[in-house]
């Protein structure tokens, strides 16, 4: 074996991509290094020592591997708001598709069927800034040839997190849906069933895929050049860095329509039965404020736990 | 001149050079040195990443050929990196002769 064959094949177990594309980057580094062991050649070098020079003035196996990695996890990570979008709207389309399909019910809704209705609320919300945060970084970099590995991370986390709530939104509506099919006899029943397996279909599917995303940030987590962009492309950005800088007078707006909203959407007949979910509401606002708010970059850490993937 | 300083600037240079005609990448990167005097002396293989990161966001395309028996990849500059060329050209000289300005007003 010789030194070019050598290299490209401990550059091939470096490169992390599909093997049809790893196939056509091998192919063009063999043609360089042939090019460039040619040269020497005609220059009077003896065979070995011009592929030996070739291959040096070509680069480190780490070095060349981690840009086309990098080239290749900036790709991937284009991707990943698009998998989170996609997922979300069948979800939404499924459950839209129960609410329309269903008769009307004048009963007040069981404690299950309320803190499910909650719990899956809160987890659409989650998803929901989430992968808002993510899509305004991604956006902001749009133009960007490169985008560093501290985004990639970034949007990969956001992504995530996203579709880990929409899984447990669809865990808890598709409880509440069933329980609804069990207990109540006028209930349509086939589309009930029909968009739970959707809704959970979609919501595996999706989480699959993102976490089969190599976004390759380990390479390099050094800032990269960002191409300018006009304003509306970085809009979610400018609002992530004004919630960064006033946290309190932010959170305080955010939780009270949260929680206003909680109280309208809670299926209760009395504002008194209506309160215990607007303040629980709000609470849920400021522990996912306090918790998700340094992952997602909504307010400084104390610690480092933000750059935990 | 530093890696790193190339690098902030070697997509708009592969573009700059990819104007005058289609090239493939062992060429590009001979045209890189020569012109630039031996200056660039990047490792040859950093400018496939960058290649490849200009076909993904669609400024240059790529075909293949066959030359003399041997597979080439072929990179032909396409009107939307015409258009980010121009772009880099400005902003490159509204930097420069700012930098000059600088340098040549304050010399030391």
């Not at chain 1, 707006?253 to 209760?268: D, P, Q, R, Y």
Request: glycine content about 6%; hydrophobic content about 45%; overall charge neutral.
């Amino acid at each position: 074996m010789n030194t070019i064959d050598i290299y490209l094949n401990e550059l091939d177990a470096k490169l992390e991509m599909s093997q049809r594309h790893r196939r056509v980057i091998l192919n063009e580094v063999r043609e360089h290094l042939l090019d460039a062991a040619t040269r020497e050649i005609s220059l009077g070098a003896p065979a070995n020592i011009a592929e030996v020079n070739a291959v040096k003035a070509f680069g480190s196996v780490q070095q060349i591997a981690e840009g086309f990695n990098a080239c290749e996890g900036a790709k991937a990570t284009k991707q990943a708001p698009f998998i989170t979008v996609v997922s979300g709207v069948l979800v939404f389309s499924a459950c839209l598709a129960v609410a329309w399909s269903q008769p009307r019910n004048s009963s007040v809704a069981s404690l299950f069927q309320q803190v499910t209705f909650f719990i899956s609320v809160l987890a659409v919300q989650v998803a929901l800034v989430s992968g808002l945060c993510g899509a305004s970084r991604i956006c902001s970099r749009w133009k960007s040839l490169e985008s560093s590995g501290r985004d990639r991370v970034y949007v990969r986390r956001a992504m995530l997190i996203s579709l880990r709530s929409l899984a447990l939104g669809v865990v808890a509506i598709s409880s509440n849906l069933l329980f609804d099919a069990i207990h109540n006899k006028n209930s349509n029943r086939m589309v009930i069933a029909l968009s739970i397996l959707v809704m959970i279909s979609v919501a595996a599917t999706g989480l699959l895929k993102l976490s089969r995303i190599k976004i390759n940030s380990l390479f390099e987590l050094e800032e990269s050049a960002i191409t300018p962009i006009p304003r509306v492309f970085t809009l979610g950005e400018t609002i992530i860095g004004v919630i960064k800088v006033h946290p309190k007078v932010s959170l305080l707006c955010v939780a009270t329509v949260a929680g206003l909203s909680a109280m309208n959407k809670a299926e209760t007949n009395t504002l008194q039965q209506a309160l215990p979910w607007g303040i629980a509401e709000v609470i849920a606002t400021l522990l996912g404020f306090y918790l998700l708010g340094p992952v997602l970059n909504l307010r400084e850490s104390h610690t480092d736990s933000a750059e935990i993937i | 001149m530093s890696n790193q300083q190339i690098k902030g600037h070697l997509e708009a240079m592969v573009l700059a050079i990819l104007e005058s005609g289609p090239a493939h990448g062992y060429s590009i990167i001979e045209s890189l040195r020569s012109e630039s005097d031996g200056l660039f002396d990047l490792p040859e293989g950093t400018v496939y990443p960058a290649l490849h990161r200009l076909e993904e966001n669609g400024l240059i395309k790529s075909s293949r050929e066959v030359v003399d028996g041997r597979e080439r990849r072929i990179y032909q500059l396409v009107p939307a990196g015409l258009g980010s060329l121009k772009e880099s050209r400005a902003a490159w000289q509204a930097f420069s002769s700012a930098v000059s300005r600088i340098l040549v007003v304050n010399p030391s």
